[in-house]
Nanobody
Framework: VQLQASGGGLVQPGGSLRLSCAASGISFSVNVMGWYRQIPGKQRELVAIITNSGTTKYADSVKGRFTISRDSAKNTVYLQMNSLKSEDTAVYYC???????????WGQGTLVTVSS
């Protein structure tokens, strides 16, 4: 299993970024896919998930600004981030959790920096 995250970078407050997570070795039909983020010195926190049935859930801090989606043909999960704030600065990680046995995989992080 491989989860390859990309799309991070430096963006000004109010700007947008789209993160991508290219997945191999897993099927979206039996996995919950998620994006988490971590600020140095703090715990990793959930940002958004998309279930195997397509239901989405978001952290309160990103509701209305971030959108998680997936493209099954490309086996890729996206996180569209709009109206970015400085407090969104973090390393973002892609995650998969298999619904049958809760087996979990993590991708490498991609750094998002929101700064003027």
């Amino acid at each position: 299993v491989q989860l390859q995250a990309s799309g991070g970078g430096l963006v000004q407050p109010g700007g947008s970024l789209r993160l991508s997570c290219a997945a191999s070795g897993i099927s979206f039909s039996v996995n919950v896919m998620g994006w988490y983020r971590q600020i140095p010195g703090k715990q990793r926190e959930l940002v958004a998930i998309i279930t195997n049935s397509g239901t989405t859930k978001y952290a309160d801090s990103v509701k209305g600004r971030f959108t998680i989606s997936r493209d099954s043909a490309k086996n890729t999960v996206y996180l569209q981030m709009n109206s970015l704030k400085s407090e969104d600065t973090a390393v973002y990680y892609c995650n998969s959790k298999r619904i049958t046995d809760l087996r979990t995989y993590w991708g490498q992080g991609t750094l998002v920096t929101v700064s003027s």
